[in-house]
């Protein structure tokens, strides 16, 4: 009993003791996790042990001392590293590290490796060899790598102030934030940064910068996502990245290689040269509430200076208009969810009748620095001489008037020509283009069950459940077979019509159209096909179908239940194959008809 005594003693007089110690004896360690305090100085041990298979240290069982940002001497590492550690800063360690000629990955994980890597280090120091980067091991590292911050660091910034020094052509090629930040004043992100990598071909240095809103774990996972909110975010760095967090304004990029990830813009992002725009990159994980669009910057202004030239939607609607302007001139991408239309007749500067909407910027020796892009669901071309040019147009244009065109333009949809001199009056120079297709139609056609415009309305028609009459509204191309299915009675006769034309009041043909198709085939009684072109073959199963001022590009083969097939002025080029001697003796051909290739029984 009397042992136990003496002994619970002697820890207690030892305890004591190691509390009365001055604090250097704890200032000049690496860690704060060691059980047995050292010396002052850091001795370079005689035998440096090194685990084969790393382990993570021992959390601590003390209390840490705070640390100030200014005890370490990489500026961008703000607090003490070990294993298990992760993020921008383990990722200056290691590029530091990398910097000294060690084989190491420069991740942000602080794993096996890099654990390996530091005790290697220390131990070639004389230091400490516990693994842990506190502030003399960072110091010994930085003072080796030459006390530089050129290689890869990464600013550690929790206030406003720091974030704009960070950004600043100062700072660092790489700001992360550690919470939500707010600044009242606009933010300029400056200054081309090297970010320690080199290119895996040519060997050069890779030029990039990044602010990231997170925070990560050692697998990479983000654990937490800020925000940063400002009036406007001005992109001036190249290869500029923004991560996993979230904007509150408007971002304003003048540098190349601008991208996101996993990034949110509660705001507009507005490309400042269409090279910015062109080499730009905002994928499937980036949200934008605003609009993205390439945008002409007038100095001393940000609203539109006049009727003609804006950045505005609404007045860009209006100057369309028929109180507007002969020339409308845009200096950004619009996108409008309304239907535009351009009426009214201008003289331009010449006094020539013409209109123009101009998606392009240029420079004083008329060279084209911009072409921008206009969305809308329809755009009526009603002012006549009118022109798109230089840019793009997402939407279909409606041309009700002669003589448009199209100027080194772009338009992604359809052209629907609603007469046939607005058709024939089209013109487009070979730097122009349309995506979809240019068709001659009938804007002002009775909208009904029988009107078809595209494949799947025509193929509903044309079925049992279709309607009696199908009109056509305009070209229609497809690469389905089609079916005309089902009697109908009209007028007390069973009879079904494919009309493949418009016409007027006193039912003069105004427009024929052209159907399209592998194949038709005609399943119903007392049919017929009138005043339009069919491109493709024709197969009669039905009596009495009839091809009545018509052309067709294809064979025609009249089965064996199909008497009384008949063409009327109808032109054929190919041939027309009867599957009965009787069936083509009930024939009837006029003299007005033409066939390229043969008629025969086969």
């Known amino acids: 009993m009397g042992r136990k005594i003496k002994a ?52 601590p069982t003390t209390e840490k001392p705070e640390v100030m940002e200014s005890d370490f001497a990489i500026p961008t590492i703000t607090r003490v590293l070990y294993f298990g550690t992760s993020g921008v800063d383990v990722e200056s360690l290691q590029n530091y590290l990398i910097k000294l000629g060690y084989s190491i990955e420069a991740d942000g994980m602080f794993g096996n490796m890099t654990l390996k890597t530091v005790k290697a280090f220390q131990t070639k120091a004389g230091l400490v060899v516990d693994g842990y980067v506190g502030k003399n091991t960072n110091k010994a590292i930085y003072d080796a790598a030459g006390g530089t911050d050129a290689i890869t660091t990464a600013s550690l910034v929790n206030d406003i102030d720091a974030f704009k020094a960070g950004i600043s052509e100062n700072g660092t090629w790489i700001i ?37 809103l997170y925070t990560q774990d050692e697998d990479h996972n983000v654990t937490a996502r800020f925000t940063l909110t400002a009036p406007k975010l001005t992109i001036n760095s190249p290869n500029t990245r923004l991560q996993s967090g979230t904007f509150y304004g408007n971002i ?40 993205i669009a390439l945008v002409e910057i007038i100095e001393g202004t940000d609203v539109v200076t006049s009727a003609s030239l804006t950045y505005e939607t609404d007045v860009f609607a209006n100057s369309i208009g028929a109180e507007g302007t ?44 911009r072409k921008f892009t206009l969305t809308a669901p329809k755009l009526t071309i009603e002012s006549p001489n009118a022109r798109i040019q230089g840019g793009i147009f997402k939407g279909d244009v409606y041309v009700t008037v002669d003589n448009f065109q199209l100027v080194k333009a772009t338009v992604d949809g359809n052209i629907y020509f ?21 068709i001659l139609t009938e ?69 024929r159209f052209t159907l399209t198709a592998p194949m038709l085939v005609i399943n119903s009684t007392n049919a017929r096909l009138e005043k339009g072109d069919f491109v493709g073959d024709i197969y009669v199963q039905k009596p009495n179908f009839k091809l009545n001022v018509a052309k067709v590009t294809g ?43 043969v008629q025969e029984v086969e």
């Open 326 to 369: 002969w020339i409308i001139s845009v200096l950004k991408d619009m996108t409008i969810d309304q239907d535009l239309v351009l009426t009214g007749e201008f003289l331009n500067g010449r006094g020539t009748v013409q209109r123009k909407i101009a998606l392009y910027s240029q420079d004083d020796a008329h060279v084209v620095t």
């Open 418 to 438: 609603t007469t046939q001199s607005a058709k024939d009056t089209f013109t487009m120079d070979e730097e122009s283009s349309v995506t979809g297709e240019k």
């Open 176 to 212: 992360t934030t550690l919470g939500d930040l707010v600044s009242e004043e606009e933010l300029v992100l400056e200054g081309t940064f090297k970010n320690g990598k080199q290119d895996k071909v040519t060997g050069e240095d890779l030029i990039q910068r990044k602010i990231g």
């Open 8 to 59: 619970l003693v002697l820890v207690a007089v030892m305890i004591v003791t190691m509390f009365a110690m001055p604090g250097t004896a704890f200032a000049d360690t690496d860690t704060w996790t060691s059980a047995t305090p050292t010396t002052p100085t850091e001795p370079a041990p005689t035998t440096p042990t090194t685990p084969t298979t790393p382990t993570a240290p021992t959390e």
């Open 443 to 511: 804007v002002d056609a009775v909208v009904s069950p029988s009107l078809y415009r595209d494949e799947d309305a025509l193929i509903k028609n044309l079925s049992k459940d279709g309607t009696w009459i199908i009109y056509a509204g305009n070209d229609v191309t497809t690469d389905q077979p089609l079916y005309l299915m089902g009697d109908f009675t009209y007028k007390d006769v069973v009879q079904r019509k494919i009309a493949l034309y418009s016409q007027d009041d006193t039912r003069k043909v105004t427009r």
């Open 555 to 597: 064979n025609i083969y009249v089965g064996p239940f199909a008497t009384g097939f008949t063409m009327v002025d109808t032109a054929v080029t190919g041939n027309v194959y009867y599957a009965t001697q009787s069936v083509m003796d009930s024939a009837v051909i006029d003299e007005l008809t033409t066939v390229s290739g």
């Open 252 to 291: 304003y990029v003048n540098a190349t290689g601008f991208n996101m990830k996993d990034f949110v813009v509660e705001g507009n992002v507005y490309y400042t040269t269409q090279e910015v725009k062109d080499t730009a990159s905002i994928d499937d994980t980036d949200n934008v509430k605003g609009e």
